[in-house]
């Protein structure tokens, strides 16, 4: 088993508990990764420039200030 993958018993559509890979966030983008196929590599490109962009934010906090308030509008949220 992988060092990113445990096992928790959860609940199956037949209402038995079974074993099931689970992983964190941090977990995923280590399978996500080390996937080789061509078909994964738009999200492989997307979770790069995700990263990319918190990194700018940690230099230019204004940059995370302006991406809180453009979520904000996006979501229909009133202005004042």
Do not use: C, H
């Not at 993958?5 to 689970?22: A, F, N, P």
């Not at 992983?23 to 995700?50: C, H, V, Y």
């Amino acid at each position: 088993m992988s060092d990113y993958i445990g096992q928790l018993k959860l609940k199956s559509l037949d209402g038995k508990y079974r074993l099931t890979d689970v992983t964190d966030i941090s977990g995923m983008f280590r399978i996500i990764e080390s996937i080789p196929s061509k078909n994964a590599e738009p999200i492989k490109q997307w979770l790069a420039r995700l990263g990319s962009e918190r990194i700018d934010e940690v230099f230019n906090p204004s940059l995370a200030a302006q991406r809180a308030i453009d979520t904000y509008r996006t979501n229909g949220y009133d202005e004042a």
